[in-house]
């Protein structure tokens, strides 16, 4: 049972970026966050439970929670600290190191790895929704480049130590 609520994780990440994509095609960009938060909400959900059901994933769980903890962190830190990219690139090591260490169930896990992590990273931007980032300079910046780049480098990551791993299992065959 932990397991599958742990693979939810996967999902609920795979469900709010579907919703976030569904909201870019759909509504103007001035809509208000708290008009789209409903969909939102569905999207976390129907992921949630579809994992509950499905049960099975590793990297892609992993990924959610590394993409939210990360970005929860950034918007804390830029509340109590000055603004520093370095600390955003220092985070985004964490991420090669995290997701180094993961290994993956199958290749359906490797592909959602990213939307997982994006999926993570729309969640904490939510929690911090009423906060003002834009009055910090470069926060913004800093919160959105550790997004996108924390996905591009978890999947990076991730299919290179899955296919290390199965050309370590292939070689032992022959």
Same mark, same amino acid.
């Given at each position: 049972?932990?397991?599958?609520?742990?693979?939810?994780?996967?999902?609920?990440?795979?469900?709010?970026?579907? $919703?976030?994509?569904?909201?870019?095609?759909?509504?103007? @960009?001035?809509?208000?966050?708290?008009?789209? =938060? @409903? !969909?939102?909400? =569905?999207? &976390? *959900?129907?992921?949630? =439970? *579809? #994992?509950?059901?499905? #049960?099975?994933?590793?990297?892609?769980?992993?990924? *959610?929670?590394? #993409?939210? !903890?990360?970005? =929860? &962190?950034?918007?804390?830190?830029?509340?109590? %600290?000055?603004? $520093? &990219? %370095?600390? $955003?690139?220092?985070?985004?090591?964490?991420?090669?190191?995290?997701?180094?260490?993961?290994? @993956?169930?199958?290749?359906?896990?490797?592909?959602?790895? @990213?939307?997982?992590?994006?999926?993570?990273?729309?969640?904490?931007?939510?929690?911090?929704?009423?906060?003002?980032?834009?009055?910090?300079? #470069?926060?913004?910046?800093?919160?959105?480049?550790?997004?996108?780049?924390?996905?591009?480098?978890?999947?990076?990551? !991730? *299919? &290179?130590?899955?296919?290390?791993?199965?050309?370590?299992?292939? $070689?032992?065959?022959?």
């Amino acid at each position: 049972m932990r397991k599958r609520i742990l693979s939810s994780f996967r999902y609920s990440g795979l469900g709010l970026t579907i $919703s976030f994509l569904i909201i870019l095609l759909i509504y103007p @960009p001035y809509t208000s966050t708290r008009e789209l =938060l @409903p !969909i939102y909400g =569905l999207g &976390l *959900f129907f992921g949630a =439970l *579809f #994992g509950l059901y499905k #049960g099975k994933a590793n990297a892609g769980r992993y990924a *959610f929670i590394v #993409g939210f !903890i990360l970005t =929860l &962190l950034l918007h804390v830190l830029w509340i109590k %600290t000055e603004f $520093s &990219l %370095t600390y $955003s690139f220092s985070l985004l090591v964490v991420v090669v190191f995290v997701m180094g260490l993961i290994s @993956p169930e199958d290749s359906l896990d490797i592909s959602i790895v @990213p939307f997982a992590y994006f999926g993570g990273f729309i969640l904490a931007n939510l929690l911090f929704m009423n906060f003002n980032m834009y009055a910090i300079d #470069g926060a913004v910046q800093s919160i959105i480049l550790t997004g996108i780049a924390g996905a591009v480098i978890a999947t990076v990551v !991730i *299919f &290179l130590k899955s296919f290390l791993e199965n050309t370590a299992k292939l $070689s032992a065959k022959i």
